[in-house]
């Protein structure tokens, strides 16, 4: 993508180097002189800004880790020694914790980019695929690194999701045994999650290598979804792309900082400060919020199917929700790759989008909360009082219990003027519309956007006109802003 190299080495250490290790080379050719689309906007800097997270979390994570001890009885004292007595230790503590939540804002807005401008589609597939990887690793390390503090959501969390694996018919509890290291979570859990915890950010770093590596061989998509033609559609990486991603990291560093220094722990739960008790179960086991959305697909079936319990139901729906994604390039049928040109699409990936916070709100609501209600809760019943004769008795309630105090003093005033008697009473509940049944809804749409919607409107939909050239759709835009200012 790049053309020859146009690397000069200028001294003769230079020289040197570059006919034994062309490392000066490859940089310059990558993130110097590199042609960049001349038309990318401000979504195209969260990839520099991922860079920084990752960096972050490791070089805080490192530090960290020579001051914590994995241990279920010193854990939790560790982090809170930390926090209070390790020299800078609050602000290395704060930067990990809060990092991982700024780590995945970016990641989502980066998938979200991608998602909207096309770019896992052909030829940019196995670099979206890399993508998915890294997605999936990320996860996982912040799954085992919330277990470190062994806090209440810490211990309950890793309960819960470990519990889930067995669901799958028999294996499933061999591999929950095996992912516990015993048969509950204990010293050997926190154990190997502490080791993998600091084992996959560099397999991450490894991942990111060979994504950035396929970035350069199909080289950038843009807003417009156009292959860049020549010359004229390009700028060199530095100095445009590199002040823009320079610009871009120092206004996230900013809102990385209020969180650090003003709010470092609204984003965290506060059962977390309470230590582990495997004897106290919280009311409700929530994960951090970036994996929210999977949480309420995971809940979101609670009926079995045939042989499919609804757990197994559930894990399946979580699993094929990330795994969708690696296929993604291959449903979506559109010959044109942006969505600046697809007016149809467009709806419906807003309607993804809104869809996608909905199960994050989903997942941090009980699944038994009732958003909405048809009718009322109503109380039916006969009394026969033992001097004969038959009444009948009914109250009604927005809640049950509402409808059984206004049917009790009914019954009281009854059996006051009759006697007493037998009763027998029904309840008739109205259709509630619960946090679970608007979690079925929502996984049905995010199933039916990658697998109706894409394979199908990209075939039906008739895209808006694409500017044969990058160079021709920037003209365009030039034109119609100087129409205005005439
Ligand atoms: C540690 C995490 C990641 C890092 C450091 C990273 C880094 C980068 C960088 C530096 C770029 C080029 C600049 C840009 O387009 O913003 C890029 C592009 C891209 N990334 Fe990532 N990435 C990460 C995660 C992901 C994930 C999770 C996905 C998708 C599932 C993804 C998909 C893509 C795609 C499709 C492009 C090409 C964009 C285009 O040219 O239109 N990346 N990434």
């Not at 915890?197 to 990111?208: D, E």
């Not at 156009?226 to 792309?241: L, N, R, S």
């Amino acid at each position: 993508m790049s053309g020859p190299s146009t690397y000069e080495p200028k001294t003769g250490f230079e020289r040197w180097l570059d006919q034994r290790l062309p490392i000066v080379r490859m940089m310059h050719d990558s993130f110097v002189d590199y042609p960049t689309p001349r038309n990318l906007n401000y979504f195209w800097t969260f990839g520099a800004i991922l860079m920084l997270c990752l960096v972050t979390q490791i070089v805080t994570g490192i530090v960290l880790a020579m001051h914590y001890t994995p241990s279920i009885d010193d854990a939790f004292n560790s982090v809170q020694r930390i926090r209070r007595d390790v020299p800078f230790g609050w602000l290395i503590q704060n930067i990990h914790a809060t990092g991982a939540s700024m780590f995945f804002l970016a990641v989502y807005i980066h998938m979200f980019r991608g998602l909207y401008y096309g770019s896992y589609k052909a030829p940019r597939e196995v670099l979206w695929i890399l993508g998915v990887v890294i997605y999936v690793l990320m996860t996982a390390t912040a799954f085992l690194g919330y277990v470190l503090p062994w806090g209440q959501m810490s211990f309950w969390g890793a309960t819960v999701i470990t519990n889930f694996f067995t669901a799958i018919p028999v294996v499933g509890e061999p591999i929950q045994q095996w992912l516990m290291g015993g048969f509950a979570i204990d010293n050997p859990t926190l154990n190997r999650f502490f080791s993998l915890h600091y084992l996959l950010p560099f397999v991450i770093a490894g991942v990111v290598i060979l994504h950035v590596w396929a970035l350069h061989v199909t080289g950038q998509n843009n807003p417009d979804g156009i292959e860049v033609k020549d010359k004229a559609d390009t700028v060199p990486f530095t100095p445009y792309a590199t002040i823009k991603d320079l610009f871009a990291t120092v206004l996230f560093m900013i809102m990385f900082a209020v969180f650090v220094f003003f709010l470092p722990d609204a984003l965290g739960h506060p059962d977390n400060f309470i230590p582990a008790d495997p004897l106290k179960t919280p009311p409700h086991i929530v994960p951090e919020w970036y994996l929210l959305p999977f949480y309420a697909i995971l809940r979101a079936i609670d009926f079995s199917i045939g042989p499919i319990s609804a757990k197994l139901g559930g894990l399946m729906l979580m699993a094929g929700a990330i795994g969708i994604l690696f296929i993604l390039p291959w449903l979506d049928t559109s010959k044109v790759r942006s969505m600046r040109y697809r007016p149809v699409a467009r709806w419906f990936f807003l309607i993804f989008v809104a869809v996608c916070l909905a199960l994050g709100w989903c997942g941090a609501q009980s699944p038994d909360k009732v958003i909405g209600q048809a009718g009322e809760f109503t109380i039916n019943a006969t009394y026969k009082p033992a001097a004969g004769g038959e009444q009948t008795l009914t109250a009604t309630g927005h809640t049950l219990e509402a409808a059984e105090k206004a049917f009790e003093k009914q019954r009281a005033a009854t059996v006051a003027s009759a006697g007493a008697g037998e009763l027998t009473t029904t309840v008739v509940k109205p259709f509630q519309f619960k946090v679970t049944q608007f979690s079925q809804l929502l996984t049905l749409y995010y199933f039916a956007f990658f697998l109706l919607v894409l394979p199908i409107l990209g075939l039906r939909e008739t895209p808006n006109r694409v500017p044969e050239t990058i160079a021709k759709a920037i003209g365009a835009k030039r034109g119609a802003a100087a129409e205005k200012g005439a």
